[in-house]
């Protein structure tokens, strides 16, 4: 079944900017209706959606940081890439990319696969 | 953005009881509410979408209702595996948005 790795620095200095993967293997991104999102879970606290990416390329994205992020498909790798740029301490959390099905025009079943999640902390 | 309050906080139960979570959202959103599990150190689980469909593998003493703002997540018959924290998740707009957390301890 499919499988859903992240990765990247597990740290990053204040201003800088996160760059996170998330690997797909046991299926292709490109086949089926899936949206690829990014949440993010700070120590102890709840859950806030990063934004998303259909595999046609269509994003979505939080505009409490919309003007920070980008998600990006390679579909000739199987990955799905964040970018958030000028990181402060609050942007340390938790990261998880996940999958979130489609069928018959409808992405409203939650997001089903998930990621292990990997830890950032944003420090000088 | 649309609110999503869940109540109680936390709550203490034991092993065979009957566990109700609740989730408010701040305006109707239809049917398109999901709940998920979290356990410590561990990814959420998708356990209920669009209110009231199980998801393949999850446990069938876990079901979910409501519609419009008001939504149930019940556990019939509450295991030692189930102690947790849910979240419900509105799918009905983006941004997606999540409730706070009910963390379900042991009594």
């Known amino acids: 079944q499919v499988q859903l790795q992240e990765s990247g620095p597990g740290l990053v200095k204040p201003s800088q900017t996160l760059s996170l993967t998330c690997n797909v293997s046991?299926?292709?991104?490109?086949?089926?209706?899936?949206?690829w999102s990014w949440i993010r879970q700070p120590a102890g606290k709840g859950l806030e959606w990063i934004g998303r990416?259909?595999?046609?390329?269509?994003?979505n994205y939080n505009p409490s940081l919309k003007s920070r992020v980008a998600i990006s498909v390679d579909t000739s790798k199987n990955q799905v890439s964040l970018n958030l740029r000028f990181v402060t301490a609050a942007d340390t959390a938790v990261y998880y990319c996940?999958?979130?099905?489609?069928?018959?025009?409808?992405?409203?079943?939650?997001?089903?696969?998930w990621g292990q999640g990997t830890t950032v902390t944003v420090s000088s | 953005d649309i609110q999503m309050t869940q109540s109680p906080s936390s709550l203490s139960a034991s092993v065979g009881d009957r566990v109700t979570i609740t989730c408010r959202a701040s305006?109707?959103?239809?049917?398109?509410l999901n709940w998920y599990q979290q356990k410590p150190g561990k990814a959420p689980k998708l356990l209920i979408y669009?209110?009231?469909s199980l998801q393949s593998g999850a446990p069938s003493r876990f079901s979910g209702s409501g519609s419009g703002t008001d939504f149930t997540l019940t556990i019939s018959c509450l295991q030692p595996e189930d102690f947790a924290t849910y979240y419900c998740?509105?799918?009905?707009?983006?941004?997606?948005?999540f409730g706070q957390g009910t963390k379900v301890e042991i009594k």
């Open positions: 996940a999958r979130n099905p489609c069928s018959g025009g409808s992405c409203q079943s939650g997001m089903d696969v």
């Open positions: 046991g299926g292709s991104i490109s086949s089926g209706s899936y949206y």
């Open positions: 990416i259909y595999t046609s390329g269509s994003t």
């Open positions: 305006q109707s959103i239809s049917t398109y």
């Open positions: 669009v209110a009231s």
């Open positions: 998740q509105q799918s009905y707009s983006t941004p997606r948005t």
